[in-house]
């Protein structure tokens, strides 16, 4: 019998996090984050990364209990020729940021050099504040060293899949978090 219920398990996809898991975490997130910034704002302007932060976006900002207005910026990073990385952007903020109290919202941070870009850029308006939040650090792959203010989970070094996570552009709509068996 079909049980709509049931995981999605993937051969040769191991679960990593479980929906649950991943939820209870991120309902823990809105909550310190709802604390760092009561005291300072009631306003807040959250920028998702697409396409893989969607699903944390969709679940983390209704547990921030701030005014939070929504924008997205899509980017992809690829590996050029000699090994080092390019990052493609594909759009870009369609809010004023000036003297905001800003959070951008990314599903993992693996060398760092995306967050870099993305800091680099958003720095250069003007923001009254700027803070990140992610859903999973790679500590252990970094090559940039990069501000995190906010994290769900650390993992290892695998290559995770679903919860927005793809691998060419597949496995984003599992609802858990697993990695590929090499
Ligand atoms: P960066 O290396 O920190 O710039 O991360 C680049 C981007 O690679 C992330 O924003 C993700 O979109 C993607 N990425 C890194 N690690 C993984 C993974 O384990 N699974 C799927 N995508 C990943
Ligand atoms: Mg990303």
Redesign the pocket.
């Known amino acids: 019998m079909y049980n709509v219920s049931d995981v999605r398990r993937i051969p040769g996809i191991k679960v990593l996090l479980s929906e649950e898991t991943i939820l209870k975490r991120i309902e823990e997130l809105g909550d310190e984050i709802s604390e760092f910034y009561l005291p300072r704002t009631d306003t807040l302007v959250a920028i998702g990364?697409l396409?893989?932060?969607l699903h944390f976006c969709a679940y983390l900002l209704p547990h921030i209990q701030l005014d939070v207005t929504y924008s997205f910026i899509n980017l992809?990073?690829y590996m050029g020729t000699n090994s080092e990385?390019r990052?493609h952007l594909k759009s870009w903020i369609d809010i004023d940021i000036k003297n905001k109290y800003v959070l951008v919202v990314?599903?993992?941070?693996?060398?760092?050099?995306?967050?870099?870009?993305i800091l680099k850029y958003l720095g250069r308006y003007k923001a009254k504040d700027l803070k990140v939040v992610t859903l999973?650090d790679?500590p252990s792959?970094?090559?940039?060293d990069?501000p995190i203010d906010f994290k769900g989970f650390e993992?290892e070094d695998?290559?995770?899949?679903g919860f927005g996570?793809?691998?060419n552009q597949k496995y984003r709509n599992l609802p858990y978090i697993g990695?590929l068996e090499r």
């Open positions: 990364v396409k893989g932060a992809s990073s990385a990052i990314e599903d993992i941070i693996d060398s760092g050099r995306t967050i870099e870009y999973l790679k792959r970094r090559v940039i990069v993992i695998k290559f995770v899949v996570f793809d691998y990695y």
